[in-house]
């Protein structure tokens, strides 16, 4: 299985971006995905998580309201809409198959993309 995270770039305080998660390989559809982030000089934290169903959602408390995950198992796609982004959302952004029911820990998962960048800055 091979992860694709892709639509990072640099957006104003205020502002919107999609992010997709691309799989390759064999199908994701009947697992979980996350998606995490990475700050400068910080570790790794959980974002989101969307459940094969699509019908199971989790947010991060920082991102609830703001982020919204979704997922096309058909195109073998999940995306991170994210909407009134913050400077501290700036972070690598990576999304990763999930294997276990504790959605917030990095162990949960076992496949990872190779993660795309958000800057949030005016």
């Known amino acids: 299985v091979s992860l694709q995270a892709s639509g990072g770039g640099l957006v104003s305080p205020g502002g919107s971006l999609k992010l997709s998660c691309a799989a390759s390989?064999?199908?994701?559809?009947?697992?979980?995905v996350g998606w995490f982030r990475q700050a400068p000089g910080k570790e790794r934290e959980f974002v989101a998580a969307?459940?094969?169903?699509?019908?199971?959602?989790r947010y991060a408390d920082s991102v609830k309201g703001r982020f919204t995950i979704s997922r096309d198992n058909a195109k073998n796609t999940v995306f991170l809409q994210m909407n009134w982004l913050k400077p501290e959302d700036t972070a690598v952004y990576y999304c990763?198959?999930?294997?276990?029911?504790?959605?917030?820990?990095?162990?949960?998962?076992?496949?990872w993309g190779q993660g795309t960048l958000v800057t949030v800055s005016s």
């Open positions: 969307i459940k094969w169903s699509g019908n199971w959602l």
């Open positions: 990763a198959r999930g294997v276990s029911i504790a959605y917030g820990l990095e162990t949960s998962y076992d496949y």
């Open positions: 390989g064999r199908t994701f559809s009947n697992y979980a």
